[in-house]
């Protein structure tokens, strides 16, 4: 039986050449595979570009694991994520939760997995990593000895492979509520139908540097389960938690007790009108954290989006009392860093303050971006702090 094979065209090879590591089927001029196989990809002179998976639904046709000529087996795979585990032994502190495997930028695309003290959470967002799911689990009982392994396969990108939404335990078991304390902060976490795989992981550094930076009165926007605010709490005077979700409020309520934590309240509403009603009431905070979720899902949505972030950044930024510290996130790909700066400039104008760049962050260091691949450089953080 001869290996899987795809032929891509010059434009394709070109992409992996710079650095990329899908390529879209609208590049690719043949392929003898079955979906989800790894194959060797040639261009059409018959040289080898590597092994990448194999996609018969997505546009991402092919998603590349090595360009050498080696073969992607289980070994290759154990390989890989015992080197990302390794680099989480570098960059992950103080924490029981954490990312172990990071899709492309552990260069095994459309694989993530996130630690949760003794229990993990998967996802196989291509046909390729959902067709070695099995094999995948296999190494993961025999690196990390879990209790309990959980699929959260209900991820829209699966659709687009043609794979259905699953959440189900793949080995051990795991409870409804599992207890994790990051930066000595403890959250009991619905790992089966919370956000993501759990929590916000990517955001946990930039927990710490609010923390740090918050004082007086303080304001959580979008604060879903109060990773923020529970961060913020033992600096700050008082902290509100606004939340469109009464659920999420009730888990941010439950996670301030389970730290004995009482100078956090509980705002059930839309963020939008909140900070329109406390600017009219020229109510003033000393501390702001906005974490929306992502505005700009798509390219063409940017523009509405864009306008969006403007006015709860402008709202903010009126709010802030003088010396007030504003931590402002963007979880768009679309919105870049520097039409995020923009957007933040045009807002500091509008208001007429003196704003000072205290940090510019990204997601946590166990979410690392690929340089050559910009779609994995998504979590935007900047802290700022209004003069006058
Ligand atoms: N800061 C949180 C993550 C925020 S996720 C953390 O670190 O854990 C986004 C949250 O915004 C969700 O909880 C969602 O319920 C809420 N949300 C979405 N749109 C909203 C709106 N217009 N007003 C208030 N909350 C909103």
Same mark, same amino acid.
């Given at each position: 039986?001869?290996?899987?094979?795809?032929?891509?065209?010059?434009?394709?090879?070109?992409?992996?050449?710079?650095?990329?590591?899908?390529?879209?089927?609208?590049?690719? #001029?043949? =392929?003898? &595979?079955?979906? /989800?196989? @790894? !194959?060797?990809? $040639?261009?059409?002179?018959?040289?080898?570009? +590597?092994? %990448?998976?194999?996609?018969?639904?997505?546009?991402?046709?092919?998603?590349?694991?090595?360009?050498?000529?080696?073969?992607?087996?289980?070994?290759?795979?154990?390989?890989?994520? #015992?080197? =990302?585990? &390794?680099?989480? /032994?570098? @960059? !992950?502190?103080? $924490?029981?939760?954490?990312?172990?495997?990071? +899709?492309? %930028?552990?260069?095994?695309?459309?694989?993530?997995?996130?630690?949760?003290?003794?229990?993990?959470?998967?996802?196989?967002?291509?046909?390729?990593?959902?067709?070695?799911?099995?094999?995948?689990?296999?190494?993961?009982?025999?690196?990390?000895?879990?209790?309990?392994?959980?699929?959260?396969?209900?991820?829209?990108?699966?659709?687009?492979?043609?794979?259905?939404?699953?959440?189900?335990?793949?080995?051990?078991?795991?409870?409804?509520?599992?207890?994790?304390?990051?930066?000595?902060?403890?959250?009991?976490?619905?790992?089966?139908?919370?956000?993501?795989?759990?929590?916000?992981?990517?955001?946990?550094?930039?927990?710490?540097?609010?923390?740090?930076?918050?004082?007086?009165?303080?304001?959580?926007?979008?604060?879903?389960?109060?990773?923020?605010?529970?961060?913020?709490?033992?600096?700050?005077?008082?902290?509100?938690?606004?939340?469109?979700?009464?659920?999420?409020?009730?888990?941010?309520?439950?996670?301030?007790?389970?730290?004995?934590?009482?100078?956090?309240?509980?705002?059930?509403?839309?963020?939008?009108?909140?900070?329109?009603?406390?600017?009219?009431?020229?109510?003033?905070?000393?501390?702001?954290?906005?974490?929306?979720?992502?505005?700009?899902?798509?390219?063409?949505?940017?523009?509405?989006?864009?306008?969006?972030?403007?006015?709860?950044?402008?709202?903010?930024?009126?709010?802030?009392?003088?010396?007030?510290?504003?931590?402002?996130?963007?979880?768009?790909?679309?919105?870049?860093?520097?039409?995020?700066?923009?957007?933040?400039?045009?807002?500091?104008?509008?208001?007429?303050?003196?704003?000072?760049?205290?940090?510019?962050?990204?997601?946590?260091?166990?979410?690392?971006?690929?340089?050559?691949?910009?779609?994995?450089?998504?979590?935007?953080?900047?802290?700022?702090?209004?003069?006058?």
């Amino acid at each position: 039986m001869s290996e899987p094979s795809a032929v891509v065209t010059a434009r394709g090879a070109d992409r992996i050449a710079g650095g990329h590591l899908w390529i879209y089927r609208s590049d690719v #001029r043949s =392929a003898k &595979a079955e979906a /989800g196989d @790894v !194959v060797r990809v $040639t261009d059409a002179r018959g040289r080898l570009i +590597g092994r %990448a998976f194999w996609s018969d639904r997505s546009q991402i046709a092919l998603r590349f694991l090595t360009v050498r000529d080696e073969p992607v087996d289980r070994d290759f795979l154990a390989r890989k994520i #015992r080197a =990302a585990a &390794a680099f989480r /032994g570098k @960059v !992950v502190a103080d $924490t029981e939760c954490w990312r172990v495997v990071h +899709g492309e %930028a552990d260069l095994l695309p459309s694989l993530i997995v996130d630690r949760y003290g003794g229990y993990l959470v998967i996802q196989t967002l291509s046909q390729g990593t959902e067709k070695r799911k099995q094999e995948l689990v296999e190494i993961l009982v025999e690196q990390f000895a879990p209790r309990g392994i959980l699929e959260r396969n209900e991820p829209k990108a699966r659709a687009l492979e043609g794979l259905p939404q699953i959440v189900s335990v793949l080995y051990g078991e795991v409870p409804d509520a599992v207890d994790a304390v990051m930066n000595g902060v403890r959250f009991r976490l619905d790992l089966r139908g919370g956000q993501k795989t759990g929590a916000f992981l990517d955001q946990r550094e930039n927990y710490r540097a609010a923390a740090q930076y918050a004082f007086g009165e303080a304001l959580d926007c979008f604060s879903y389960q109060g990773g923020f605010a529970l961060h913020m709490a033992g600096a700050a005077a008082s902290v509100e938690c606004v939340d469109s979700s009464g659920e999420a409020l009730a888990a941010a309520r439950a996670n301030a007790e389970l730290n004995g934590v009482s100078n956090v309240g509980f705002r059930e509403g839309n963020v939008f009108d909140i900070l329109k009603e406390y600017d009219q009431a020229g109510r003033k905070f000393d501390t702001v954290v906005l974490d929306p979720p992502a505005f700009a899902k798509s390219r063409t949505a940017l523009e509405a989006a864009a306008r969006g972030y403007k006015e709860i950044n402008l709202r903010s930024l009126r709010l802030l009392r003088p010396g007030g510290v504003l931590i402002t996130c963007s979880c768009s790909y679309h919105l870049s860093e520097a039409r995020m700066g923009e957007l933040l400039w045009e807002a500091a104008v509008d208001v007429r303050r003196q704003v000072r760049v205290l940090e510019r962050r990204g997601q946590s260091r166990d979410h690392p971006a690929l340089l050559t691949v910009p779609e994995t450089f998504y979590l935007k953080c900047m802290i700022l702090n209004a003069l006058d």
